[in-house]
């Protein structure tokens, strides 16, 4: 154990952490995740948001009210709640653990999400966490699943047991990068599938992706799990796409 230990220490000597932001190299030993510089330009969502979805309403006091399109026709899941706003550092630290395959930063978001105290996210009233899949297509090109990698950390830290074989995404989707909402719910439109009824029924899960950019694939994945037997679906991601 302390040899362990040791060996860890000199490893981040000679390997010092970097920032996930930047890439700057930080000082071991001292606790810090990013640069004082990307640390000040961090984004994390609060004050006001909608009641269901999240959005934010930076304009307003920090009560919490639908927004317009809850209003208009709400969500098959419960809630939806993330951490970070996704931009400028954090846009940067995402992509490099998402395309690049940097798991150290993949295991420092993980952390943030684990740790994170979510408005209206009660753990103790959920039994299951279920990441969103990728297509197999998608998994063999990218070798990883990062919604599992941070579905993971949060079951550990919430002892809530996860379930990565659920959901699965039998239909293969073209990149839902630069499209609209209503281009990524048609885009989207079937493509999630339940492997056994039985687990899930009468179950409240927590669904875990890594970006909320405008809800449809969440949603989808939460009128399959709804249609197939479950009691509630709730949404945590790590950074979400804010509305102009």
């Known amino acids: 154990m302390i040899f362990s230990e040791a060996l860890n220490d000199l490893g981040k000597i000679v390997f010092p952490p970097r920032c996930p932001g930047c890439s700057e190299i930080l000082y071991p030993f001292t606790g810090q995740i990013f640069c004082c510089t990307c640390n000040n330009n961090i984004k994390f ?3 006001g948001i909608c009641s269901i979805c999240g959005t934010p309403f930076p304009d307003s006091p920090a009560e919490n009210h639908l927004c317009g399109e809850c209003l208009e026709k709400k969500p098959y899941f419960s809630y939806a709640r993330t951490v970070f706003s996704y931009e400028n550092i954090i846009l940067n630290a995402i992509h490099q653990f998402k395309y690049k395959r940097d798991m150290s930063i993949g295991e420092i978001m993980s952390s943030f999400m684990a740790d994170f105290s979510y408005p209206d996210i009660d753990f103790t009233d959920y039994s299951l966490i279920i990441p969103v899949p990728l297509h197999i297509k998608r998994l063999r090109e990218r070798g990883f699943n990062q ?3 941070l579905a993971r950390a949060v079951g550990k830290k919430r002892k809530i ?3 990565f074989s659920m959901l699965k995404r039998h239909k293969f989707t073209i990149t839902q990068t630069g499209s609209n909402k209503h281009e990524r719910k048609k885009n989207i439109k079937g493509a999630f599938e339940i492997s ?6 009468g179950k409240n899960v927590i669904l875990i992706d890594d970006v909320y950019t405008t809800g449809a694939t969440v949603n989808e ?3 399959t ?8 679906i ?5 950074a979400r796409v804010l509305p102009n």
Do not use: F, N, R
Not at 196 to 201: C, F, G, L, R, V
Not at 225 to 232: C, D, F, I, S, V
Not at 234 to 238: A, I, Q, R, W
């Open 196 to 201: 056994d009824k039985k687990k899930i029924h």
């Open 147 to 149: 919604s599992l990698i």
């Open 221 to 223: 994945c939460a009128k």
């Open 234 to 238: 709730s949404v945590l991601t790590l």
């Open 45 to 47: 969502i609060k004050g």
């Open 225 to 232: 799990l709804l249609k197939e037997g479950a009691q509630k």
């Open 161 to 163: 047991p996860v379930d």
